[in-house]
């Protein structure tokens, strides 16, 4: 990971069997309590680089915590060895770290992806420098990965090509003779071993680069044998799709005109593009437009002409309607209100004689109500003199029980007193002889 960011490591750690990663740092460095004294965009940072898995959405939250970062520093403490510090300075290589967890994330969800979209979702470099991140990431074994720029695609995975197995070759075959040469000569000296392997090594090697270099051309014509023969596809592939396309338009153009009756404003032979093809039918399908919008101008002036003389010739007939009706209403109201007249007249004199007739039981009837009331009043000061009277006795008796069980109460307490007294007394009287 140091190699991919750009940090130098002394090479004294790089010697020693401890070498430093970046896990044992990070874990460290949690352990110690560094992350208590840090920011609050620090802390968001590091979750996310190392604990989220967002492999689309990733390098868009990361980009405004790198934004406010970079804005952070400033001096610190007299004491401290390191007078001034800008936080800017570490930008770059957290954009780089961003992008290497991108690309492994991306690497673990997708087997093919697109340049255009890989580009989109990495706003620090262009794709270029993706490229060169992406390189570097392949040779130390951190991701696998390739860039097929004849297909536009990046592809994620253990891919076998012949290239990445001679990756490092020399150097383990070297390492390999020298344990195969330290097992075969145990006791010859370090010195001696070194004359002896160095001769045979080198001729070893030689042979084996120039293998290697085979190798890589027979790949290397290989690649540009498939190159050429993808782009020769492509291209035939081009041509069909135009062909098929200028069939297409020239179809529609026929269409179109043929409800015309026209014939094709194209010579014979002529080479016609799909434009040429397009705008001709576009034009065709415009003048069709302009002449059905001018049909229906004419109709549409025609109706309002046909609709204002219907009008026309209705309105005096709808005002020879109107007023037969309204004389017709005028007389139907005139009679029922001739007819009402009558009717309350004739109930008016029915109500009269009514009357008259009623007068003669008038005094009877004061009598009997004088009668009824003088009854009725009678009865209501018998009833209201029994309630009374009911009262009266309700309210005695109840008297009566208190007074009956105010003494109860009396005689239970004094009889309680009295037995507590007694019994107090022969209490004492016990205790006495008891002492006595």
């Known amino acids: 990971m140091y190699n991919l960011i750009g940090f130098n490591i002394d090479a004294k750690l790089l010697e020693t069997r401890e070498v430093l990663s970046r896990p044992s740092l990070l874990a460290d460095l949690v352990s110690k309590g560094v992350m208590t004294y840090v920011t609050q965009e620090v802390k968001d940072l590091y979750y996310l680089l190392e604990n989220e898995f967002l492999p689309l959405d990733l390098t868009s939250k990361v980009q405004p915590l790198l934004a406010k970062i970079a804005k952070l520093g400033g001096k610190l403490v007299s004491a401290s060895s390191v007078p001034e510090v800008h936080l800017s300075h570490y930008v770059p290589a957290l954009e780089k770290v961003a992008t290497l967890r991108l690309l492994q994330q991306v690497s673990r969800v997708y087997r093919t992806i697109k340049v255009e979209t890989l580009s989109?979702?990495?706003?620090?470099?262009?794709?270029?420098?993706v490229e060169r991140i992406s390189f570097e990431a392949v040779k130390h074994n951190f991701i696998a990965m390739k860039i097929d720029h004849t297909?536009?695609?990046?592809?994620?995975g253990e891919l076998g090509f012949e290239s990445d197995v001679l990756q490092d070759h020399l150097s383990s075959l070297a390492v390999n003779l020298n344990k195969?040469?330290?097992?075969?000569?145990?006791?010859?000296?370090?010195?001696?071993?070194?004359?002896?392997?160095?001769?045979?090594?080198?001729d070893i090697v030689d042979k084996e680069h120039k293998k290697l270099l085979a190798r890589k051309s027979i790949i290397e014509k290989r690649k540009e044998d498939q190159e050429r023969h993808l782009l020769e596809m492509h291209q035939r592939i081009r041509r069909e799709i135009e062909e098929r396309e200028q069939k297409e338009a020239q179809a529609l153009l026929n269409n179109v005109i043929k409800k015309k009756g026209k014939k094709l404003p194209i010579i014979d032979g002529e080479k016609v593009t799909k434009q040429t093809l397009m705008e001709l039918a576009t034009q065709e399908q415009v003048r069709e437009?302009?002449?059905?919008?001018?049909?229906?101008?004419?109709?549409?002036?025609t109706m309002d002409h046909f609709e204002r003389a219907?009008?026309?010739e209705a309105a005096p007939l709808i005002e020879a309607a109107f007023q037969s009706r309204l004389a017709e209403e005028k007389l139907l109201h005139e009679r029922e209100q001739?007819?009402?007249?009558?009717?309350?007249?004739?109930?008016?004199?029915?109500?009269?004689?009514?009357?008259?007739?009623?007068?003669?039981?008038?005094?009877?009837?004061?009598?009997?109500?004088?009668?009824v009331v003088s009854r009725?009043?009678?009865?209501?000061?018998?009833?209201?003199?029994?309630?009374?009277?009911?009262?009266?006795q309700v309210l005695k008796a109840r008297k009566e029980e208190r007074d009956i069980k105010r003494k109860m109460l009396y005689f239970l307490r004094t009889e309680e007193e009295r037995l507590t007294r007694l019994r107090e007394e022969e209490e004492a009287r016990k205790r006495q002889g008891i002492f006595w």
């Open 310 to 312: 219907k009008r026309e």
């Open 289 to 301: 437009q302009q002449e059905m919008e001018k049909k229906m101008q004419k109709l549409i002036k």
């Open 180 to 202: 195969s040469w330290s097992m075969i000569y145990p006791c010859q000296t370090k010195a001696s071993k070194l004359s002896a392997m160095l001769p045979s090594l080198g």
């Open 376 to 392: 009725r009043q009678a009865e209501y000061n018998r009833l209201r003199a029994e309630r009374e009277e009911w009262l009266s």
């Open 120 to 129: 989109k979702m990495v706003p620090f470099f262009d794709f270029s420098a």
């Open 338 to 371: 001739h007819h009402e007249v009558e009717f309350s007249r004739s109930r008016h004199d029915g109500d009269v004689r009514e009357k008259n007739r009623l007068a003669r039981v008038l005094e009877h009837k004061m009598e009997f109500e004088e009668r």
């Open 151 to 156: 297909k536009g695609a990046v592809i994620f």
